[in-house]
Nanobody, 127 residues
């Protein structure tokens, strides 16, 4: 059974940084599409970035990722997917989720294409 466990969330002041971790068991961070999403109450889950099994990026990623404020990396040896977030803003406050799907490619898919989800980790940014 595939399990994803996020960690690293917390409270930070605006301008600070956090690195979120997604520890994967029952599968690997390679050879499958994985992604990071976030969600605030009353809103749909928002895609931050997706990464294909060959480490190329999926399409239609969030501007915070494409503009470099957020970055994604893998530690293959530890089977962990990371989300590094810099220059955090109050509007980044959300629950952040890691996801994976049965499939190599992410394409331009959003939350609906993903099979497995972690429980999320809360990030709170104060001004």
């Amino acid at each position: 059974e595939v399990q994803l466990v996020e960690s690293g969330g917390g409270s930070v002041q605006a301008g600070g940084s956090l690195r979120l971790s997604c520890t994967v068991s029952g599968s690997t961070v390679t050879n499958s599409c994985m992604g990071w999403f976030r969600q605030t109450p009353g809103k749909e889950r928002e895609k931050i970035a997706t990464i294909n099994g060959d480490d190329s990026w999926g399409r239609n990623n969030h501007k915070d990722f494409t503009e470099g404020r957020f970055t994604v990396a893998k530690d293959i040896a530890k089977n962990i997917l990371y989300l590094q977030m810099n220059d955090l803003k109050p509007e980044d406050t959300a629950v952040y989720y890691c996801s994976s799907r049965i499939g190599y490619w992410c394409g331009d898919g959003g939350a609906s294409i993903f099979t497995y989800w972690g429980r999320g980790t809360q990030v709170t940014v104060s001004s």
